[in-house]
Nanobody
Framework: QVQLVESGGGLVHSGGSLRLSCAAS????????MGWYRQTPGKESELVAR????????EYIDSVKGRFTISRDDATNTVYLQMNSLKPEDTAVYYC??????????WGQGTQVTVSS
């Protein structure tokens, strides 16, 4: 079992920054990839960014490249999503995910990010 606790969402003006945190606990050794998804009402969730644990390779969707950075701190088992130059279209509920080596996905509770224009 893996537990994920997110923090860091909130309300920010367009052009502002936020940093999301996701603290993992439990069977940390089973995690292969961690990522951040986001969802808005009426839309499917989309993978925003992910990081591979062993190699630290990162991937981003095109709309956030150059603005968002995913990183991790192994000492605290925490993954971060630094979001800069935020736009109103970044408004969503952001979910942390952890995928195990066997392909099972764990999810955090979600944190609301609202960007006002």
């Amino acid at each position: 079992q893996v537990q994920l606790v997110e923090s860091g969402g909130g309300l920010v003006h367009s052009g502002g920054s936020l940093r999301l945190s996701c603290a993992a606990s439990g069977s940390i050794f089973s995690i292969g990839v961690m990522g951040w998804y986001r969802q808005t009402p009426g839309k499917e969730s989309e993978l925003v960014a992910r990081i591979t644990i062993l190699s630290s390779n990162t991937e981003y969707i095109d709309s956030v490249k150059g603005r968002f950075t995913i990183s991790r701190d192994d000492a605290t088992n925490t993954v971060y999503l630094q979001m800069n130059s935020l736009k109103p279209e970044d408004t969503a509920v952001y979910y942390c995910s952890a995928r195990t080596h066997t392909g099972y996905n764990y999810w955090g509770q979600g944190t609301q990010v609202t960007v006002s224009s």
